[in-house]
């Protein structure tokens, strides 16, 4: 029931629903309805979006699993199948303004279609279940579901077909091809390429940034108790670059990896940092040598980790990809930020007994 409430909170499907009853499998479980929704985007709908783009209420934005209708769907309107996240949901609805079919949603349990297929809850059990507990054989006449294209890693077709007779094709990547692909029915490369542009990667920066606000302000807060607002900044500045620089300058930053591809960023932005630590003609050459080490070492540790994070979010590393940076380069970004604090201490300890 808990469902029911988020989902009447986060999206505007349907004012009403039909009334009808399909077949219910289980004894245990409720009778699936078939629901009625709009393309039209409410104002409540698009508070959810910048709630959910900034990662808030994280597992609040779903719509209830089970088969809606758009316009004035027949026996022979196209099934398209989408995850009961509000953003992958809304993004199809949306872009079928104005087209008669059906919408079956899974329950992905709030998670977007792409990230669901490499979780399984976008996967061939659930279709199949989800394809007889809403009757859908008995609502139209063919035999064809349109996946959308990122869900493919989850479903095995074949599989599909056999249990519940239903033919799978897979759309468009994006939901605002749709309504060209259902006219043609066919994908071209372009259709099937992923992008990854600009304003997808920057889409992606609040979440990445709220994650990481509250333990950035704490360190941000020590730092400066104990060695003032420079080191203070660089913390911020580390945290920036791995989460909001990075993504914006993927492209153009060398090699492959996104650890590799951090680091390089984090060295760029340490410099500054570094010769300003390093620029005080009070102090020793060699204290002021070390402590421009300092930045070099932890801040790119720190960005390269942040820059993991999106290692999920876009094609340049595959699932094999993402474990050999993990066992590759996270022991670097450990031993660089160790020896850097560990540098740190030192420091802190020789001033401490007024060597310096």
Not at 132 to 140: H, R
Not at 186 to 202: G, Y
Not at 337 to 346: D, M, N, P, Q, T
Request: proline share 6%; glycine share 8%.
């Amino acid at each position: 029931m808990d469902d029911d409430k988020k989902s009447s909170l986060s999206c505007s499907c349907a004012s009403g629903y039909d009334t009808t009853s399909f077949i219910d499998l289980t004894h245990n479980k409720l009778v699936s309805e078939l629901r009625t929704v709009t393309g039209k985007l409410t104002l409540n709908d698009r508070f959810d979006h910048f709630l959910a783009r900034w990662g808030m209420n994280r597992m609040g934005h779903i719509v209830k699993p089970g088969l809606y209708k758009m316009g004035r769907p027949n026996a022979d309107s196209p099934v398209l199948v989408s995850a009961n996240y509000t953003l992958s949901f809304d993004a199809v609805r949306s872009a079928l303004a104005g087209t008669d079919c059906y919408i079956l949603v899974l329950d992905t349990k709030g998670v977007n279609v792409w990230c669901a297929a490499g979780k399984g809850t976008f996967g061939t059990e659930e279709l199949v279940h989800r394809i007889a507990w809403s009757g859908l054989s008995s609502i139209v006449s063919h035999r064809n579901l349109i996946l959308p294209q990122l869900g493919a890693p989850g479903i095995s077709a074949h599989e599909v077909q056999r249990r519940s007779g239903f033919r799978v094709e897979y759309g468009p990547v994006r939901a605002s091809d749709l309504p060209e692909y259902i006219k043609t029915r066919k994908a071209t490369p372009e259709m099937r390429r992923v992008q990854f542009s600009f304003k997808d990667r920057l889409v992606l920066t609040p979440v990445e940034l709220v994650h990481v606000a509250l333990p950035t302000l704490v360190a941000a807060i020590i730092l400066y108790l104990l060695t003032g607002p420079l080191a203070a900044l660089a913390a911020i500045t580390a945290v920036l670059a791995g989460t909001v620089f990075f993504p914006a300058l993927l492209p153009i930053i060398p090699t492959h990896d996104l650890s590799t591809k951090g680091l390089i960023l984090g060295v760029i932005f340490a410099i500054p940092f570094a010769i300003s630590f390093a620029a005080n003609p009070i102090m020793p050459l060699w204290t002021d040598l070390l402590k421009s080490l300092v930045p070099l070492l932890i801040m790119p540790a720190l960005t390269a980790y942040l820059a993991l994070n999106f290692t999920g979010c876009t094609t340049f590393t595959s699932r094999t990809g993402v474990k050999k940076e993990i066992y590759r380069y996270v022991p670097v970004m450990v031993l660089m930020a160790g020896s850097g604090i560990l540098i740190l201490v030192l420091l802190g300890a020789i001033w401490l007994m007024e060597v310096i």
